[in-house]
Nanobody
Framework: QVQLVESGGGLMQPGGSLTLSCAASGRIYMVYTMGWYRQAPGKERELVAVTTSVGSINYEESVKGRFTASRDNAKNTVYLQMNRLRPEDTAVYYC???????????????WGQGTQVTVSS
């Protein structure tokens, strides 16, 4: 199995910063993508940022220029630096990884447990 453990999150005032991290562990052969999704109350889960094993990163439009995703392949860890936070960034943030567990197996998506980010004065 593959486990994703998230840390960070919490309560922050508008304009502030928070950093999330997510480490993948377990039986891992290759991590193809790692990234972050979020789900606000009453809304569908949406992509925030996703990194690939070759270093490309895609961002959701509303976070471009404010959030920065990065990845440490040696540690199977992905980070999300969130700056200039807005109330509309309030959501549960989920880590996602697309992982194959062996050379001969297909890759699957794995999810973290989620971490709450609340932006409020």
């Amino acid at each position: 199995q593959v486990q994703l453990v998230e840390s960070g999150g919490g309560l922050m005032q508008p304009g502030g910063s928070l950093t999330l991290s997510c480490a993948a562990s377990g039986r891992i052969y290759m991590v193809y993508t790692m990234g972050w999704y979020r789900q606000a109350p009453g809304k569908e889960r949406e992509l925030v940022a996703v990194t690939t094993s070759v270093g490309s990163i895609n961002y959701e439009e509303s976070v471009k220029g404010r959030f920065t995703a990065s990845r440490d392949n040696a540690k199977n860890t992905v980070y999300l630096q969130m700056n200039r936070l807005r109330p509309e960034d309030t959501a549960v943030y989920y880590c996602n990884a697309y992982v194959s567990q062996s050379r001969y197996s297909d890759a699957d998506h794995y999810w973290g447990q989620g971490t709450q980010v609340t932006v409020s004065s």
